[in-house]
């Protein structure tokens, strides 16, 4: 029989988007519930042409549910997984609320599908810049391990909501009306500027975006001493994140067989136009589950180095689309019933 699904966080980009691929992709949706915080409730979404009520979470809203698509950021997370949980529905969060947790898995279903079969209820779906890096480096890790990875992102407004999208042409459109840019969405103007991921910051000076990408990659990959660092930095684009990425290894890694082990990966779409100068742009990837990568060059620096770089849709692959595809894993796997021990040892927050 089908799936009782609900959607906590409806009515965020990331919300909207669950909503079409749960469509799109045929999900076996048997009831579909959309849940908000009080503020959203009373709005009217749509699915399948159906309109439906956004409902405010409350303790009862999880009761006769299989699964939760939550992506309403890490406080709602921490709120609502347990009773969700403790109701007999899977979570599937999209914040970084358990991500780290060792009882919750980190999954990206090409890189790690087998990491499902421990969850106590909650599966963690990592976090955008985290997978789209992820999707390029591991077809080559895979080959020969990475010793070290230095990623500089190029992230678009969507990782920063709705809200923040809007903000971006609202910003444009005041510049170029010699008006000053609004800043609600953002702190800074982002429109023809760029700053450095005001996530907050650690004693280390890296920001949590890019503590994040280092962490969650040693755990998606298994490999806790993987040397990573990271500098995430906001650009005005609309939803599509971009990435340099430098990967060392303990041998030369020619660029022709790291070309020809992408061009085959799952979720990846080699675009390598040599002659035209032609590599991964956002305006690519936007709307596009593939990841696309390109510019694939051994470093010059380093005879083991490797850079290459992508273009992938934040929304889409970063968030929704990954969390959809551990959905359809989970159902092919294992089905969606919590194992009997979810309920005894559920997951603490943070
Ligand atoms: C960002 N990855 O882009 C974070 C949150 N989605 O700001």
């Given amino acids: 029989e089908g799936v009782r699904v609900a959607i906590l966080g409806a009515t965020g980009a990331v919300g909207a ?40 979470v409350t303790s009862e809203s999880f009761r006769d549910i299989d699964l939760v698509l939550a992506s309403a950021g890490s406080a709602i997370s921490k709120a ?48 955008c810049s985290t997978i789209l890096m992820a999707m390029a480096a591991y077809p080559l890790h895979r080959e020969q391990p990475i010793r070290r990875a230095i990623v500089a992102t190029y992230q678009s407004a969507s990782g920063a909501g709705a809200r ?40 280390n000076g890296y920001c949590q975006e890019e503590l994040k990408m280092v962490y969650e990659t040693r755990k998606i990959f298994g490999v806790p001493d993987l040397r990573m660092t990271a500098t995430c930095v906001r650009v005005p684009v609309l939803r599509a994140h971009s990435e340099a990425v430098n990967l060392e290894f303990d041998a030369p890694f020619p660029a022709s067989r790291a070309r020809a082990l992408l061009a085959d990966a ?23 589950d593939d990841v696309f990568v390109g510019r694939i060059r051994q470093d010059l620096s380093h005879p083991c180095g490797l850079e290459l770089w992508l ?20 159902l092919r796997e ?3 019933r919590p194992t009997a021990a979810a309920t005894e040892n559920l997951v603490r927050t943070e």
Wanted: hydrophobic letters at 45%; zero cysteines.
């Fill in 266 to 288: 799952p979720g990846v779409t080699l675009l390598e136009d040599w002659q035209a100068n032609r590599f991964p742009m956002p305006i690519d990837a936007a709307g596009q």
């Fill in 311 to 330: 273009s992938g849709d934040q929304i889409r692959k970063g968030a929704a689309l990954n969390a959809v595809q551990i959905a359809e894993l989970l």
């Fill in 334 to 336: 294992r089905g969606l």
């Fill in 17 to 56: 988007e669950l909503l079409e691929l749960l469509a799109t992709r045929s999900f076996p949706v048997a009831e579909l519930k959309l849940l908000a915080s009080p503020q959203s409730a009373g709005k009217m979404l749509n699915f399948k042409g159906e309109p439906l009520t956004v409902e405010a």
């Fill in 164 to 203: 923040a999208m809007t903000e971006l042409k609202t910003q444009a459109r005041s510049i170029l009306d010699g008006k000053a840019p609004p800043t609600e969405a953002f702190p800074f103007p982002l429109a023809f500027n760029v700053f450095p991921h005001n996530s907050d910051l650690s004693d």
């Fill in 80 to 127: 609502w997984a347990q009773t969700a949980v403790e109701s007999g529905a899977v979570t599937i969060d999209n914040s970084s609320a358990f991500r780290m947790d060792p009882k919750v898995p980190l999954v990206i279903p090409e890189i790690n599908p087998q990491a499902i079969a421990t969850h106590h209820g909650i599966v963690a779906n990592p976090n």
